[in-house]
Every structure is written in structure tokens, then in C-alpha cells.
């Protein structure tokens, strides 16, 4: 069974900070693309971050250069997305996707966690 489960979220004051975890499970991790997307209330879902199967090279939202880090660890089958000088803007629900290297459109979604920015 096919798992992406996302932790990590919660309310944070601007200018503070928040990893979010997302482990995989059900399928070969190593084998997929990692994106952290987001959606904030009302919008359409946005790639933040991706990540290469190796971790060899990563892709930023212009919105958040500079401020997050996505890292993956395939042995632990786990992304991570290091989120910090945050913003009311960041506020969203973050969700976790994998999405298969070899040409195909397999891909997953998690649940998705929430990330609130607020004084």
C-alpha cells in the first residue's frame, strides 16, 4: 500500500521556522521525484520544491528561493523541506507528491499538512 505521510505543520509567528517531514512507503523511493506542492485557501495548488532521485540537483518556487531547503534521505525514504524566515504568505496546506523518473505519469499525493503564519 502506497504511503506519503506529512508531518511538521502548525502555526508559526513570521520570521520563524518549520521542517516538514514527508516518509514514504508501498514503492521505491529512490526511483521517484520528490515536490513539495502547496495550496493556499482559494488558490490552485504550486510546486514549491523538487528534488531529483538522487538528490543531485533541486528546483525552487521563486516565492521561496532562498528561504527553503528540500533534502531527501533514501534510505529513510523521507523528504524533508526546511522552511525558514517564514511569511504570512507562506500560509498553505503543504503537501508531499512523488512522481515517478522513468516516463511515466505514476505519481502520488499525501494528506497534506497544514502551515499557518501569524502573528
Known amino acids: 500500500q502506497v504511503q506519503l505521510v506529512e508531518s511538521g505543520g502548525g502555526l508559526v509567528h513570521p520570521g520563524e521556522s518549520l521542517r516538514l517531514s514527508c516518509a514514504a512507503s508501498g514503492f521505491t523511493f529512490s526511483n521517484y521525484v520528490m515536490n513539495w506542492y502547496r495550496q493556499a485557501p482559494g488558490k490552485g495548488r504550486d510546486l514549491v520544491a523538487r528534488?531529483?532521485?538522487?538528490?543531485?540537483?533541486?528546483n525552487y518556487a521563486d516565492s521561496v528561493k532562498g528561504r527553503v531547503t528540500i533534502s531527501r534521505d533514501n534510505v529513510k525514504d523521507t523528504v524533508y523541506l526546511q522552511m525558514d524566515s517564514l511569511k504570512p504568505e507562506d500560509t498553505a496546506v503543504y503537501y508531499c507528491n512523488a512522481e515517478y523518473a522513468f516516463g511515466s505519469s505514476i505519481q502520488y499525493w499525501g494528506q497534506g499538512t497544514q502551515v499557518t503564519v501569524s502573528s
Open positions: 528534488i531529483t532521485r538522487t538528490g543531485s540537483s533541486t
